[in-house]
């Protein structure tokens, strides 16, 4: 099936800092989604990308869509304590029967 | 109340057991999948099925089967063939349409097996 990059896989930050995951695609994408997974529970749907150059911002995230529609980026400013959680990228493939495959994930801890 | 609904939360199997896990969905979706969730990793797709009565493999469906009868629910069966089945097991049904994908997860059932 398709497949989706994520990097980092673990991140720490201290309470006020900046944070940022990234997805990378070998091929490219007809849209991307975003999810946050809290500590115990499931994935939460962010947000979606679908045209080319996209950049789409809630409060202090900022999502970003590649220009070849083959990488998109999550941005997080000034982290606070409740924005601890795994963040994933998906993507569906294209054609009749769709795929949607999720990235690794990147878990993020905000340190007080 | 509109959503996904997944049981039983904690299941316990002994080895050489089947066991099924149910997934019922009220939202009208025609789409619905499931993955499998080990501690710090991603998710990867067991099966997904796109309308009743049809289903497709996903990366790591060797081990598990699935049947979609209804448009509502959507049961994985976990077999003994699953060499290792303990992990976290989330279904999700998703919304495709008017240019907008967006999945709707269950809670999920943690499965052991002792």
């Known amino acids: 099936g398709q497949q989706v990059m994520q990097i980092p896989q673990y991140q720490h930050v201290q309470e006020g800092e900046d944070f940022t995951t990234y997805c990378n695609s070998s091929?490219?994408?007809?849209?991307i989604q975003w999810y946050k997974q809290r500590p115990g529970g499931h994935p939460v749907f962010l947000i979606q990308?679908?045209?080319?150059?996209e950049v789409k911002k809630q409060k202090r995230l900022t999502f970003q869509f590649g220009e070849a529609k083959k990488n998109s980026s999550l941005h997080i400013t000034a982290t606070q304590t409740t924005d601890v959680g795994t963040y994933f990228c998906?993507?569906?493939?294209?054609?009749?029967?769709?795929?949607?495959?999720f990235g690794s994930g990147t878990q993020l801890t905000v340190l007080p | 109340d509109g959503g996904i609904t997944q049981s039983p939360k904690y299941l316990f199997r002994k080895e050489g057991q089947n066991v099924t896990l149910s997934c019922e969905q009220n939202?009208?979706?025609?789409?619905m999948y499931w993955y499998r969730q080990d501690p710090g990793q991603g998710l990867r797709l067991i099966y997904y099925s796109q309308i009743v009565n049809d289903f497709q493999k996903g990366d790591i469906a060797e081990g598990y089967s699935v049947s979609r009868e209804k448009k509502e629910s959507f049961p994985l069966t976990v077999t003994s063939a699953q060499k290792n089945p303990t992990a976290f097991y989330l279904c999700a049904s998703i919304e495709m349409g008017r240019g907008r994908t967006e999945a709707f997860f269950g809670q999920g059932t943690r499965l052991t097996v002792v």
């Open positions: 990308l679908v045209k080319s150059g």
């Open positions: 091929t490219t994408l007809s849209n």
């Open positions: 998906a993507a569906t493939s294209s054609g009749s029967a769709r795929q949607l495959t």
């Open positions: 939202l009208n979706h025609d789409a």
